[in-house]
């Protein structure tokens, strides 16, 4: 499958067509407002990334794809010294936006090493490559998320139930997506699944965005609080969890959205097979276990305040806000990836295919 600009365009995120600026929807602003944004400097950038105008693993390594070659058109006139000064500055200041989700620094990284193989050529030229880099990984996620997808459906039939938590649809990453890509395709197929999406305190990701997503695409979704997912497996409706990730470490440990290990212990407890969704991107052979992995501890406002009109508890309560937690690769059936469904024992079978 080849893409095509019609497909880049089709994306949450995306270059414009002058190629001088990230345009990105701001997902913020979600179901309620389609707004776009277009993104120019690097604290533009580096915003959109904290503030999750722009959010989901794949999509922010893409915004950061997409803004090392803005930042560096930008810099086209500088003498190739200050050029690659100018852009590790950037490089740091992106990849400092968020640490949890690897694709951040993994694209950065990526597009850093192109600078540095060609720090000798002039730098209109480094600028071109930066270009072709960055709509390289662009495309290489639309079609990952094509073949995650593919394999995700091979496991369901008609009729089947599928529980997921926080968005790992289309916006955040490109065409279909990973944990709810097998849905969508399978509606493409006239395939029909039950949906139910975890709404994901505090950020509401699976209510603004995962229910919006499978709304738009004809899934039957139904949108549940996340206290109220040890009912739903209770009663039956449900076959199969999806999840999407941020971080895989190489003994099959991941960091997803916080609550997806809560889902995990509840599914092994129901018997229901717990998958995790993600590109090759996401994984990070050179994180040994979860320990390894930084979670992002975020503001205490977006539990007490963000959604209401009148705050949810007294300014002096402490808050603990961290964005993502890790699962255990134990509570794990699989993880379907671009190359295949991963089963146990994940450390031999990772690196079988990605060491
Ligand atoms: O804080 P967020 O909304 O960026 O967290 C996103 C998730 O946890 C997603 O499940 C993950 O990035 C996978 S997106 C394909």
Redesign the pocket.
């Known amino acids: 499958m080849a893409v095509t600009n019609e497909d880049r365009m089709a994306c949450g995120v995306h270059l414009s067509e002058d190629l001088k600026s990230v345009v990105i929807v701001d ?1 913020r602003q979600l179901p309620n407002r389609t707004v776009h944004l277009t993104l120019n400097t690097v604290s533009e950038i580096y915003d959109a990334i904290k503030t ?1 105008a722009v ?6 390594g893409i915004c950061a794809g997409y803004g090392m070659y803005v930042l560096a058109r930008e810099k086209s006139d500088l003498d190739s010294q200050a050029f690659v000064r100018a852009m590790e500055k950037d490089a740091e200041t992106l990849i400092s936006s ?1 640490p ?2 690897v ?1 951040l620094s993994w694209a950065v990284k990526r597009m850093l090493a192109r600078i540095m193989e060609n720090r000798d050529r002039p730098v209109p030229e480094i600028v071109a490559q930066l270009a072709r880099e960055a709509t390289a990984i662009h495309d290489e996620d639309i079609l990952m ?1 094509t073949r995650i997808s593919e394999y995700g459906l091979s496991l369901l039939k008609a009729g089947d139930g599928i529980i997921t ?5 289309p916006l ?2 490109s065409k279909y ?3 709810i890509g097998p849905m969508i395709l399978a509606k493409e197929r006239g395939i029909e699944l039950k949906v139910f999406a975890d709404e ?1 305190r505090p ?1 509401l ?1 699976g209510a603004r ?1 995962t229910s919006y997503e499978l709304e738009k695409a004809g899934v039957d979704v139904t949108l549940i609080c996340d206290n109220m997912a040890s009912m739903v497996l209770k009663s039956g409706q449900v076959q199969f969890a999806f ?4 971080r895989i470490a190489a003994n099959g440990d991941f ?4 609550g ?1 290990s809560g889902l995990a212990i509840l599914c092994k407890y129901y018997n229901v097979p717990f998958y995790t ?3 090759s991107s ?1 994984i990070d052979m050179s994180c040994k276990s979860g320990d390894d992995i930084e979670i ?1 501890l975020r503001d205490p406002a977006e539990i007490k305040t963000m959604w209401y009109k009148d705050p949810m508890a007294l300014p002096e309560t402490k808050c603990f806000n961290p ?2 937690d890790v699962t255990d690769h134990h509570l794990l059936t699989g993880i379907i990836t671009d190359r295949g469904i991963v089963y146990p024992p994940f450390d031999v079978n990772l690196k079988k295919l990605f060491g």
């Not at 960091?255 to 916080?258: F, G, L, M, Q, R």
């Open positions: 997902q999750l959010r989901g693993a794949p999509a922010i968020r949890t989700a694709n998320c938590h926080c968005n790992a649809g955040a990453t997506g990973t944990a994901t950020l990701q965005l999840v999407g990730c941020d960091a997803n959205k916080i997806t969704l993600g590109p996401t992002e964005a993502f």
